[in-house]
């Protein structure tokens, strides 16, 4: 059997020979369709358990130890948690109730209040115990809607049962109220055998053969949940006018009192106000407003319920720099408005050697594997290719030389053991990450599969000199190379800068609008601080926005792409672009139109013109005045529909900007 499944065997063992009343349950961790990690769940007594829980993730991954004691109302009477979470940051966690009062302590916050034992604490940092215990407390109430402790609410949207064979039923759980999505559990009465979320999939290892099943048949329910949004929260575009708005050129000029006429998906016109003879059917307000291009995330993985934050964010088309090959499907569903979503303009398919921190999503084994898995991109229609770290880095000439044969760009991390300079000679098109660009200065360093390729730039990345003639040498290179870099700045600033059990900057300006769980993430801190890394680290940041106005002084090109949180994180890059000291104008062309030039679109999208497609963005202000109204979005047109930013933002859980 798989290490992963011993190991749970010999601790089932080693319980099962100190207590035989101890029972319990190990389920396998399954991340991007490999066995990587386990959840154990031992029973004490019928109100007392104790858990384990861990997975790896290229060098990341939590490693938790949990112990739960139940009140009588099946509710967390008291919780005790340590170990290290997914960025291996040391936790310790508790809850404890005492007659009619709680204490707690957690990475977000240390309190104590009134309690009466009827709420359900929902832990920080933890097991996947706390999603069993949640889903029994729901089948019991007569409402299925459960108080969080110290507040919030959940509530059981719908509960759908499944046979699997003759005499084995199963329920599909789908729960609101935690975050932006819901919140899906596999219940045999009342066990938890298996949680599915995205790439990750906890199952009780007796239910591994059902496991695809299960799968596919809580996709259909999410297709159907979203689509059933997508019903609600489209409106169909006809004849339309924007009238008297303040319209962004493609100049990044803003041109005062303009109306925009649209045909359907099409922009028909664009004239100063009160010039046009034409009656429409409906007439919309822009006066006091800036109406945009959509904008473009220049990196993103996608997924069908990132799509909503996309667009309620102004975002209306992306690169997608890695995912599975089912890609195509998703955007097809995007496209034909089934799940509200962004246009897919760029399909880049990633290659990862194998290896201890290999990415999961497609691993080779041998330049043969590699140059035949280009191929496959191409024949998908894929334009782009993007290797990993633990691409060999003897592979990658020719893995470059087979995919500039056909037509494809070539991006990716920097492999481990090779400079960002050493892999653009060897035919790099594109750098992902403002980290790798800094690892080019740290050749001792450079093992890019593991975590230093975050915490070695955030340590030495201060004392880049940009008057130094290495850095001054690898400028040269970028721009004789014509090297796009796609900063996702916006992730190092949370990585570097956040402090652990403090509001992190990244975040601060939206994190009121959140649901309760999505809100605690913003406090975890990103990577682990001693005190005196904290400045070193902050120091190290600044290094990068330095960086990026002397790239884009000195003519690279760079993008704008998150590699995370859509929409919102996408806004604090474009922030951070402007605090870097790139002019707010310079920053909304990359957003637009430069963009849909990088990626061949700019025919169809990119500016407002009459013939392109109306994929338009309304804000409620000036961002050339001031960035961050670029968060004030009323709504986005998009493929012939028009969705209001208030009702996909309340649809996840989300308040609008107002």
């Known amino acids: 059997m798989r290490n992963i499944l011993l190991l749970s065997w010999i601790i089932f063992f080693l319980y099962g020979c100190e207590n035989s009343e101890v029972q319990t349950y190990t389920y396998d961790v399954v991340f991007r369709g490999s066995s990587a990690g386990f959840y154990i769940k031992r029973m004490l007594s019928d109100k007392q358990f104790d ?12 490693e938790i130890t949990e112990s739960i004691v139940l009140n009588e109302l099946g509710m967390i009477a008291s919780q005790e948690i340590s170990g290290v979470n997914y960025l291996k940051v040391s936790i310790d966690e508790y809850f404890r109730q005492e007659n009619a009062a709680a204490s707690w302590k ?94 990750r999939h906890i199952i009780r290892v007796d239910m591994l053969p059902y496991r695809m099943q299960l799968k596919e048949w809580q996709d259909k ?10 019903s ?33 998906n099409t922009i028909t016109g664009v004239y100063p106000t009160g010039t046009s003879a034409t009656s429409f059917e409906k007439v919309m307000d822009g006066t006091g407003k800036t109406l945009m291009p959509g904008m473009f995330d220049m990196h993103t993985h996608n997924s069908k319920f990132r799509g909503l934050l996309h667009v309620a964010g102004g975002i209306t088309s992306v690169r997608d720099l890695a995912n599975n090959k089912q890609l195509k499907v998703l955007s097809a569903q995007f496209d034909k408005n089934e799940i509200i979503g962004p246009r897919i303009v760029t399909f880049c398919g990633i290659i990862d050697g194998s290896g201890p921190y290999a990415n999961k999503r497609n691993v080779v084994e041998t330049l043969e594997e590699g140059l035949q898995e280009i191929h496959e991109y191409k024949k998908l229609g894929y334009q782009q290719i993007k290797l990993y770290s633990s691409i060999r880095p003897e592979w990658v000439l020719p893995m470059t030389e087979k995919a500039h044969e056909l037509g494809m760009r070539v991006s990716g991390h920097i492999p481990a053991y090779m400079t960002a300079s050493q892999a653009i000679d060897q035919g790099y098109d594109e750098i992902q990450h403002i980290n790798m660009l800094f690892l080019n200065f740290l050749p001792d360093t450079i093992d890019t599969r593991t975590p230093l390729r975050f915490t070695m730039p955030a340590t030495y990345g201060r004392a880049l000199d940009l008057r130094s003639d290495d850095y001054l040498n690898f400028l040269r290179q970028l721009q004789k190379e014509d090297i796009l870099v796609d900063l996702t700045i916006s992730i190092f600033e949370n990585m570097l800068v956040a402090e652990r059990g ?7 300006p939206i994190a009121h609008r959140m649901p309760l769980m999505t809100q605690r993430g913003f406090y975890s801190g990103g990577l682990p601080k001693t005190e005196d890394q904290v400045i070193i680290f902050k ?23 998150t590699d995370g949180l859509p ?3 996408y806004h604090r890059e474009l922030e951070l672009y402007v605090k870097a000291g790139i002019p707010a104008i310079d920053v909304l062309k990359m957003a637009t139109i430069q963009s ?15 013939g392109k497609l109306a994929d338009l963005i309304l804000v409620d202000g000036n961002p050339l005045e001031d960035i961050s109204n670029i968060r004030r979005i009323e709504w986005t047109m998009k493929g012939g529909y028009l969705y209001y930013a208030k009702d996909l933002y309340e649809a996840q859980g989300i308040q609008h900007f107002e």
């Open 51 to 62: 858990y384990s829980y861990q997975y790896t993730d290229r060098g990341r991954g939590p």
């Open 106 to 199: 957690n990475s977000f916050e240390e309190n104590k209040s009134d309690f009466d034992g009827a709420s359900l604490y929902f832990r920080y940092d933890g097991s996947p115990a706390i999603y069993e215990i949640l889903s029994n407390a729901l089948l019991k109430d007569e409402d299925e809607k459960i108080s969080l402790f110290p507040h919030g609410e959940v509530s059981l949207l719908d509960r759908k049962p499944f046979m699997l064979s003759d005499d084995l039923e199963v329920t599909l759980l789908m729960i609101s109220g935690l975050g932006m999505n819901p919140s899906y559990v596999w219940m045999k009465q009342d066990e938890m055998i298996a949680r599915i979320d995205g790439n």
């Open 221 to 230: 329910e999410e297709d159907d949940f979203l689509k059933k949004l997508a």
């Open 232 to 264: 609600e929260l489209s409106i169909p575009l006809g004849e339309v006018l924007v009238q008297n708005v303040n319209v962004l050129s493609k100049k990044g000029q803003l041109i005062a009192n303009q109306d925009v006429s649209i045909s359907g």
């Open 502 to 508: 403090e509001l992190s900057p990244t975040y601060s």
């Open 539 to 561: 120091e190290s940041f600044n290094k990068m926005l330095e960086v990026i106005a002397h790239l884009y002084e000195n003519g690279v090109d760079v993008v704008p792409g």
């Open 567 to 569: 929409g919102f994180l």
């Open 596 to 610: 849909a030039e990088i990626t061949g679109k700019a025919d169809l999208l990119g500016s407002i013109e009459a």
